[in-house]
């Protein structure tokens, strides 16, 4: 089950539009344990501004959904100047080895 990670950013002077949209947001995108969890979800306050890094644990079978419900909300914030997010789905070790064809230890 591989997971889906948004690295999100903005500078601190507009941290309360995010907030303000982040709560207008919760009741259209309630959590949805059918597709995955949220697993992670640090803040950090850097040099640039607010950095969030949201990792999801997908459900089997799921991606497709997950992926564009995350791609969906993500691009709510578009017009918060400075939000910006880059979202990649990570695999997980097992996953990552077997692409290479090597075997998944017990």
Do not use: C
Request: proline content about 8%; charged content about 25%; overall charge negative.
């Amino acid at each position: 089950m591989p997971y889906i990670i948004a690295i999100t950013t903005y500078p601190s002077h507009k941290q309360n539009d995010v907030v303000k949209k982040y709560l207008e947001l919760i009741p259209k995108y309630p959590g949805d344990e059918s597709l995955g969890e949220v697993v992670a979800q640090p803040v950090a306050l850097t040099k640039n501004g607010f950095k969030i890094v949201s990792i999801w644990e997908v459900k089997e079978g799921k991606f497709d959904e997950a992926f564009t419900r995350v791609n969906t909300y993500f691009y709510e914030f578009k017009d918060i100047e400075g939000h910006e997010v880059a979202i990649k789905v990570w695999n997980t070790f097992p996953e990552a080895i077997a692409m290479a064809g090597i075997p998944v230890p017990e």
